[in-house]
């Protein structure tokens, strides 16, 4: 697939996923549901490798390649999974988005990139101004625990390092490959992690809306969604990879107030909106002011 193609492909699935995550959640431990979601991928992704015999690597470099994509999706799927107990889905995504941001923090210190501009840093700030409204509408206006706004913050922040370290390491693979081993190094720990929590099943209480969206979640938030998301960063920056998220909260929040009744504040779209229109300071801003610089030097 093109890369255009596994990029609008990560915005579709990364739009639904947070209510997928809640709906999953809901009749189901939170550490059940993400280890079967996790060990029907893994399934999947054998049989796909088999049957299309693709060659997966299992060196020195693969394997750190395959840690550092497990890294991110073990301890940022965990604690959204933890979130989506008590945070609506649209809020999910829209704290998520800040990960071009943060990604970008990471990238300065670990890849070296350009510090931030004045334009950028404005749009740091206002993002967090924007991310302090959302957040305390949620815990005060709906009720919603400090913990689990924490768990999205922390959430967001092991994705965004994750897919700066990625960048780290020298080696090009097939995506279903780097698919396959980062599922091969997450399942065995969400199977301790859900064996740890008590191991419940509890089969009897889980709804039919539940296991679909489990299933969903296995398909397309974690084979297809990690094949197009590994595709797409091995060709882009991992800031722009992380712009996805610029995208997604715009459908996520609407399709939580449409599916799920969430609420939507005041205080909460005004928060959602500074932090989108943010994102496009970040990402925009510098280009439009050069861009303007130079209409001005050529007219001089």
């Not at 009749?27 to 088999?50: D, E, G, Y």
């Not at 924007?130 to 009720?143: A, N, P, S």
């Not at 970040?282 to 050529?298: P, S, T, V, W």
Request: positive net charge; charged residues 10%; proline residues 4%.
């Amino acid at each position: 697939m093109p890369v255009q193609g596994s990029y609008l492909f990560v915005i579709l699935v990364w739009s639904t996923t947070p209510l997928g995550i809640v709906w999953s959640a809901e009749t189901m431990p939170p550490t059940l549901s993400v280890f079967l979601r996790m060990l029907i991928a893994l399934v999947l992704a054998v049989v796909i490798v088999f049957t299309l015999k693709i060659h997966v690597p299992w060196s020195k470099k693969s394997c750190l390649l395959y840690f550092y994509s497990a890294a991110g999706i073990v301890v940022g799927m965990l604690l959204s999974y933890l979130a989506a107990q008590t945070v609506p889905s649209g809020v999910i995504s829209l704290v998520f988005g800040l990960a071009p941001i943060i990604s970008g923090l990471f990238a300065q210190k670990i890849l070296s990139e350009q510090a931030f501009t004045p334009v950028k840093l404005i749009a740091l700030l206002f993002s967090i101004l924007g991310l302090f409204l959302v957040c305390k509408t949620q815990i005060q206006q709906l009720e919603v625990p400090v913990e689990g706004i924490i768990y999205v913050l922390m959430a967001v922040t092991s994705f965004s390092l994750s897919g700066v370290m990625i960048k780290t390491v020298p080696i090009t693979i097939h995506s279903m490959a780097t698919t396959l081993g980062a599922l091969a190094f997450v399942t065995p720990v969400f199977a301790l992690i859900w064996l740890a929590a008590g191991g419940e099943i509890n089969y009897e209480q889980w709804q039919m809306k539940s296991i679909l969206a489990t299933g969903y979640l296995a398909l397309f938030g974690s084979l297809l969604g990690f094949l197009a998301y590994f595709h797409v960063l091995q060709k882009l920056p991992a800031s722009t990879v992380a712009l996805t998220t610029l995208f997604t909260p715009v459908f996520a929040v609407s399709l939580g107030a449409l599916l799920n009744d969430e609420v939507l504040t005041s205080s909460l779209l005004i928060g959602g909106t500074m932090i989108l229109l943010s994102l496009f300071l970040y990402q925009f801003g510098d280009k439009y002011i050069k861009r303007n610089k130079l209409e001005a030097a050529r007219k001089a």
